[in-house]
Nanobody, 119 residues
Framework: QVQLVESGGGLVRAGGSLRLSCAAS????????MGWFRQAPGKERDLVIA????????YYADSVKGRFTISRDNAKNTVYLQMNSLKPEDTAVYYC????????????WGQGTQVTVSS
């Protein structure tokens, strides 16, 4: 089992920045990929950014390229989502997720953290 706990959401003005954290615990050695999803009211949950636990080039959704970056602290088993130049359309609940098999769906989820960007 893998447990994920997000933190760092909040209210920010358009153009501002926020950093989200996702602390992983449990069988972290089994993680294959970590991802950040977001879900706006009335919309589906979409993958925003993902990173293989072993490293490599991250995946970025087109909507966040050049504005969001993902990084990790191996010692803390923590993944960070740095969000810059935020827009009102970035408003959503952001979820951290993990999977242990690259061919399977994400199976471990955090509780979500609200990000609200005011215009």
């Amino acid at each position: 089992q893998v447990q994920l706990v997000e933190s760092g959401g909040g209210l920010v003005r358009a153009g501002g920045s926020l950093r989200l954290s996702c602390a992983a615990s449990g069988r972290t050695f089994s993680i294959y990929t970590m991802g950040w999803f977001r879900q706006a009211p009335g919309k589906e949950r979409d993958l925003v950014i993902a990173l293989r636990w072993s490293g490599g080039r991250p995946y970025y959704a087109d909507s966040v390229k050049g504005r969001f970056t993902i990084s990790r602290d191996n010692a803390k088993n923590t993944v960070y989502l740095q969000m810059n130049s935020l827009k009102p359309e970035d408003t959503a609940v952001y979820y951290c997720a993990a999977k242990i098999d690259g061919t399977m769906p994400y199976e471990y989820w955090g509780q979500g953290t609200q990000v609200t960007v005011s215009s």
